[in-house]
Nanobody
Framework: QVQLVESGGGLVQAGGSLRLSCAASGRTSSSYSMGWFRQAPGKEREFVATISRSGESTYYADSVKGRFTISRDNAKNTVYLQMNSLKPEDTAVYYC????????????????WGQGTQVTVSS
């Protein structure tokens, strides 16, 4: 089992940047593929990005491709989401999640979740 804690959210103007972190404890994070998801008010949770256990493979939602970068440091048991060129529509609670298998874009495939961190982008 793994515990996840997100940090790095906040308020930023459109066009700005933020870097989210997700610290994992418990079983080593290198055993898990990791994903970032987000949920805006009144909307369903949606996939943002995912990364393989080794960090060699990544996949992004079309809405963030070219602006967001997912990475991981297995020595630090931490996954990151670098968010650039932020838009007001990126405003949401961002969650990291872990699964003991290949990466996946389906949130139902992730058994472990963090508590979320709020990202607000002002226009």
């Amino acid at each position: 089992q793994v515990q996840l804690v997100e940090s790095g959210g906040g308020l930023v103007q459109a066009g700005g940047s933020l870097r989210l972190s997700c610290a994992a404890s418990g079983r080593t994070s290198s055993s898990y593929s990791m994903g970032w998801f987000r949920q805006a008010p009144g909307k369903e949770r949606e996939f943002v990005a995912t990364i393989s256990r080794s960090g060699e493979s990544t996949y992004y939602a079309d809405s963030v491709k070219g602006r967001f970068t997912i990475s991981r440091d297995n020595a630090k048991n931490t996954v990151y989401l670098q968010m650039n060129s932020l838009k007001p529509e990126d405003t949401a609670v961002y969650y990291c999640a872990a699964r003991p298998g290949p990466f996946n874009i389906d949130s139902d495939e992730y058994p472990y979740w963090g508590q979320g961190t709020q990202v607000t982008v002002s226009s």
